[in-house]
């Protein structure tokens, strides 16, 4: 998980441009780039909430992640398995869930994306097809990020051999 980036690091604006484009077309609260770590999933983007991460634990939070491709809770009050949850149960009352898994080129869970709000609904099928079309955006962002990274400090330590040697 480190290689996608410093989980305490700032909100970086090109995930939030995904996250709002997200919201907008599936006309939610809360859109959400998340990312999980040792015991936590922390927020690469979030628009619509002050949360910045939150314990894997949750129920909401462990279901979105377990999920292998895609899903969607349309109404979470009425869900046995997540009356425990304090997202759902406390502030901010989430009703609506819906996600889609972002993998490792491994296969292994990166993190979602996904998509909250206060009331019960269901997504129409052009929405839904909104969530897979994202997540790739999402995966190719952080790939060309983590290229960035990875070029930008090769010019560093190149820099620094040619000033110091």
């Excluded at 922390?42 to 619509?48: E, I, P, Y």
């Excluded at 894997?56 to 009425?78: C, F, K, M, S």
């Excluded at 099928?125 to 955006?137: A, F, G, K, T």
Aim: hydrophobic share 30%; aromatic share 4%; with cysteine.
């Amino acid at each position: 998980m480190r290689a996608s980036g410093n989980p305490d690091a700032p909100i970086e604006p090109p995930f939030d441009e995904i996250t709002r484009i997200g919201g907008y077309v599936c006309q939610n609260l809360v859109s959400i780039i998340s990312l999980v770590d040792e015991g936590r999933q922390w927020f690469k983007s979030a628009v619509g909430t002050p949360l910045r991460q939150t314990p894997l634990e949750q129920p909401i939070r462990a279901r979105g992640i377990l999920e292998h491709n895609y899903l969607e809770v349309e109404d979470t009050t009425r869900d046995s398995g997540l009356d425990c949850d304090p997202l759902i149960t406390g502030d901010p009352k989430i009703s609506f869930y819906t996600g889609a898994l972002s993998p490792t080129p491994n296969d292994l869970p990166l993190g979602t994306i996904c998509m909250l709000d206060d009331k019960p609904r269901v997504l129409s099928p052009e929405q839904r097809n909104v969530l897979p079309d994202h997540r790739r955006l999402q995966i190719d962002r952080g790939e060309l990020a983590t290229k960035r990274r990875g070029e930008a400090h090769r010019s560093d330590r190149d820099t620094e051999q040619r000033e110091g040697g």
